[in-house]
Antibody, heavy 118, light 109 residues
Framework: EVQLVESGGGLVQPGGSLRLSCAAS????????MSWVRQAPGKGLEWLSY????????YYADSVKGRFTISRDNAKNSLSLQMNSLRAEDTALYYC???????????WGQGTLVTVSS | QTVVTQEPSLTVSPGGTVTLTCASS?????????PNWFQQKPGQAPRTLIY???NKHSWTPARFSGSLLGGKAALTLSGVQPEDEAEYYC?????????FGGGTKLTVL
């Protein structure tokens, strides 16, 4: 069974940092692209970042470019999102999603909640 | 800034048919935008229904179909069931950037 489990969320002060992880299982992680998507409380979905299967190609949404860094460890079947200079508007539920090329976000985790507040 | 627009809300009767649309501020939506459609119920993660305009996953009920309609991506539900009440999001690809629509809250009443 394909499974994605996010972790690392929590309460952080404005300007602080947090590192999210996504543990993948049930599929050959190294052959799939991955993405991060977030959802602010009561709001819609926002795509944040994409990483190719090898990690050689990375894309970011303008809202997080320069502050967030996506990475992966194929040996550990793990995806990460390093979040720096956090703002109140970064408060959201963060999902990792398996991405098939540019065409399909076919599997999602349950999300990890990040709250940015003083 | 690219904006993807969906109907904020729609209401449909059980057994009826409804079409949700997804428009791009850049112009007509084509297959090259690889439209995806997701269903999200309260407290749950999104679930992919349709990818690349009209392709279904094994778990996608047959009553859901995707298409291009009048310059927009479209999701049609035929024979709507009460369990289809949910928020529906489209997603378009813009060459290294993906943009979600604001979502359509579908009420089955």
């Amino acid at each position: 069974e394909v499974q994605l489990v996010e972790s690392g969320g929590g309460l952080v002060q404005p300007g602080g940092s947090l590192r999210l992880s996504c543990a993948a299982s049930g599929f050959t992680f190294s052959t799939y692209e991955m993405s991060w998507v977030r959802q602010a409380p009561g709001k819609g979905l926002e795509w944040l970042s994409y990483i190719s299967s090898s990690g050689s190609t990375i894309y970011y949404a303008d809202s997080v470019k320069g502050r967030f860094t996506i990475s992966r460890d194929n040996a550990k079947n793990s995806l990460s999102l390093q979040m720096n200079s956090l703002r109140a508007e970064d408060t959201a539920l963060y999902y990792c999603a398996r991405t098939v090329g540019t065409t399909d976000f076919d599997c999602w985790g349950q999300g990890t909640l990040v709250t940015v507040s003083s | 800034q690219t904006v993807v627009t969906q109907e904020p809300s729609l209401t449909v009767s059980p057994g009826g048919t409804v079409t949700l649309t997804c428009a791009s501020s850049t112009g007509a939506v084509t297959s090259g935008y690889y439209p995806n459609w997701f269903q999200q119920k309260p407290g749950q993660a999104p679930r992919t229904l349709i990818y690349t305009t009209s392709n279904k996953h094994s778990w996608t009920p047959a009553r859901f179909s995707g298409s291009l309609l009048g310059g927009k991506a479209a999701l049609t539900l035929s024979g709507v069931q009460p369990e289809d009440e949910a928020e529906y999001y489209c997603l378009l690809y813009y060459g290294g950037v993906w943009v979600f629509g604001g979502g359509t809250k579908l009420t089955v009443l």
